[in-house]
């Protein structure tokens, strides 16, 4: 269990993190490089995970509290490959969101972006880990504070600097931030941002499952970049085959998509875009916690693509760009949480010497 995570069985710790304001920062001394910077929009959290797998919530001991949330999960990904990322959503005012906000400011993320909900909780999720390493979750949104965020609270300055600007669907369950995350999607086409999607279901935040589909679908012809997973393309097309490269073609793949990427876990991915597919084995690893696996392998294809946009007309390099973040998620499975087990890039070429970065 990695050490920044802090046991919860006999309660916690208070932590004075100081002033709201004072966990605000420009990550690297405020000279953020717009020209590679990948701003993150939606929700960041708290996950609860017991200390040991293999049982129910009902089961555990005990939990130990990680940080997490797909988009910011992303952020930090990309600060600890070396990139340059920005965090933009909200949290509690409360103990765990100014942890949250520290947490992305130790590594290096600009959280400029970061507001506090006076009036609402800051996310909690726990999270069960099955005896093959795969999740269940339970929710704690009520709502919670990531579902509060305003449009007249986004830093828009930095929205307007990113070089790819990236979200999930989980923003768009609720208003305000429904609101919120298509102003900003706004914000970040007309600056020339690469948009980038990952839809990231997790079917019991939603109504019904019909309200998912269509939320996910609503915004899906204005990505750029698309990564999805196996199940995720079973539950959008109604139970079609995810294998099949016709139904990804045509029933997912739309006229102003430069890249769509179809996660396999361990077994690796698929890519397509305009001019050509193909796939790209997995590296095999013994898992121990599946959490954050496909938010390191996005941190790591995105921290490529910020680097060098021709990946999308380039195979070669884009296939060597997505072993690199199937190494990253490879990686990542290999300990317990999201963030605290996120690869820094000399890790994982130091691990998986066949990678190139």
């Known amino acids: 269990m990695a050490e920044n995570q802090t046991s919860v069985c006999t309660g916690i710790e208070q932590m004075h993190l100081g002033d709201?304001?004072?966990?605000?920062?420009?990550?690297?001394?405020?000279?953020?490089?717009?020209?590679?910077?990948?701003?993150?929009?939606?929700?960041?959290?708290?996950?609860?995970?017991?200390?040991?797998?293999?049982?129910?919530?009902?089961?555990?001991?005990?939990?130990?509290?990680?940080?997490?949330?797909?988009?910011?999960?992303?952020?930090?990904?990309?600060?600890?490959?070396?990139?340059?990322?920005?965090?933009?959503?909200?949290?509690?005012?409360?103990?765990?969101?100014?942890?949250?906000?520290?947490?992305?400011?130790?590594?290096?993320?600009?959280?400029?972006?970061?507001?506090?909900?006076?009036?609402?909780?800051?996310?909690?999720?726990?999270?069960?880990?099955?005896?093959?390493?795969?999740?269940?979750?339970?929710?704690?949104?009520?709502?919670?504070?990531?579902?509060?965020?305003?449009?007249?609270?986004?830093?828009?300055?930095?929205?307007?600097?990113?070089?790819?600007?990236?979200?999930?669907?989980?923003?768009?369950?609720?208003?305000?931030?429904?609101?919120?995350?298509?102003?900003?999607?706004?914000?970040a086409r007309e600056s020339g941002s690469v948009l980038s999607y990952d839809p990231n279901l997790r079917l019991a935040l939603w109504p019904s499952a019909e309200a998912a589909r269509e939320g996910i679908m609503s915004i899906w012809d204005q990505a750029d970049v698309i990564k999805i997973s196996e199940d995720e393309i079973t539950f959008l097309t109604g139970g079609d085959d995810p294998y099949d490269d016709n139904v990804v073609l045509n029933k997912l793949f739309h006229p102003s998509l430069k890249l769509l990427i179809v996660t396999e876990g361990s077994e690796g991915c698929r890519y397509y875009t305009k001019e050509f597919k193909g796939r790209v084995a997995g590296i095999k690893v013994t898992p121990v916690d599946t959490t954050g696996a496909g938010d390191a392998f996005v941190s790591g294809i995105l921290s490529s693509l910020a680097s060098n946009l021709n990946l999308f007309k380039d195979e070669k390099r884009l296939r060597e760009a997505l072993l690199f973040a199937n190494a990253c998620g490879a990686l990542t499975v290999m300990e317990r949480g999201a963030i605290p087990a996120l690869p820094t890039k000399e890790a994982v070429l130091k691990l998986f010497p066949q990678v190139t970065a």
Request: net charge negative; aromatic share 8%; charged share 20%.
């Open 20 to 187: 709201s304001k004072d966990l605000l920062s420009n990550a690297k001394g405020g000279s953020q490089d717009s020209k590679s910077l990948v701003v993150c929009f939606g929700e960041m959290l708290i996950d609860f995970v017991p200390t040991v797998s293999g049982v129910s919530l009902a089961e555990a001991p005990a939990f130990k509290k990680a940080p997490g949330g797909a988009p910011a999960n992303v952020a930090v990904g990309i600060s600890r490959l070396g990139g340059s990322s920005a965090f933009i959503g909200k949290v509690g005012d409360d103990e765990f969101g100014y942890m949250l906000a520290n947490i992305l400011k130790q590594n290096d993320v600009d959280n400029s972006g970061v507001r506090f909900d006076h009036n609402a909780r800051t996310a909690l999720a726990f999270v069960t880990l099955r005896a093959d390493g795969e999740r269940e979750f339970l929710f704690f949104r009520h709502p919670s504070a990531d579902m509060l965020l305003l449009e007249s609270e986004l830093n828009t300055d930095l929205i307007k600097q990113a070089k790819i600007f990236h979200y999930g669907s989980i923003s768009l369950i609720a208003e305000p931030c429904k609101s919120t995350h298509l102003a900003a999607m706004k914000i």
